[in-house]
């Protein structure tokens, strides 16, 4: 099965700087990444998407990349703002078609102002 | 619209009762799915359905049952609730596949003592 591995550690960064998180999967590879932000008690939201044949994706202070060969995503905020400071998840496709997304642990990104 | 909506927010459950998550969406989407989440860990696929009367198991299905007679609702039974079942539990619903965003609801937690 699909093992997806983020920071299971906060990451702590200073109002202005740029925000890295990585999401890391092994076994097969799939199709697409998607990332979510979760706040303290309340459900996922769904920041971005980005498929296998896109190396980068942008929306706003938002930028995804996705390395098939290092089976790798890196998820950046730039110019990160107090606000940003929530849990950060990555999903990807099933191996199969029917099936649903699996989730990474999630990484918490605390901006200090 | 409402979106997803779940409920009850709260629930505490003595060993062995049962009792059933309520989840409802209002966008006509087709996919719907039950996740829990524990401290430290990803949301974990319990049951998800493709559409009206089409149920599958996910990644933790033991200990519940869910059935779909509406594209709205999705209900989550807990059949003999245990400690175990202590989480945060979640549903959420896209447009069709997992291409498309997923929708999540507010969440209801969950004790079993």
């Known amino acids: 099965s699909q093992k997806i591995e983020q920071n299971s550690e906060a990451l702590n960064i200073q109002e202005g700087k740029t925000a890295t998180l990585t999401c890391n999967y092994t076994n097969y590879s799939p199709a697409y990444l998607q990332w979510y932000r979760q706040d303290p008690g309340r459900g996922p939201v769904f920041l971005l998407l980005?498929?296998?044949?896109?190396k980068e994706k942008r929306k706003e202070r938002l930028k995804v990349t996705f390395d098939t060969t290092l089976k790798q995503s890196l998820f950046h905020i730039t110019a990160s703002q107090p606000a940003d400071s929530a849990t950060y998840l990555c999903a990807l496709d099933p191996p199969r078609a029917g099936n649903m997304l699996t989730f990474g642990g999630g990484t918490r990104l605390m901006v200090k102002p | 619209n409402a979106g997803v909506t779940q409920t009850p927010k709260f629930q505490v459950l003595k060993t062995g009762q049962s009792m059933t998550l309520q989840c409802a969406q209002d966008m006509n989407h087709e996919y719907m799915s039950w996740y829990r989440q524990d401290p430290g860990m990803g949301l974990r696929l319990i049951h998800y359905s493709v559409g009206a009367g089409i149920t599958d198991q996910g990644e933790v299905p033991n200990g519940y049952n869910v059935s779909r007679s509406t594209t709205e609702d999705f209900p989550l039974r807990l059949l003999s609730a245990a400690p175990s079942q202590t989480s945060v539990y979640f549903c959420?619903?896209?447009?069709?596949?997992?291409?498309?965003?997923?929708?999540f609801g507010p969440g209801t937690r969950l004790t079993v003592t």
């Open positions: 959420a619903s896209s447009y069709s596949g997992t291409t498309y965003e997923q929708y």
């Open positions: 980005i498929r296998e044949n896109e």
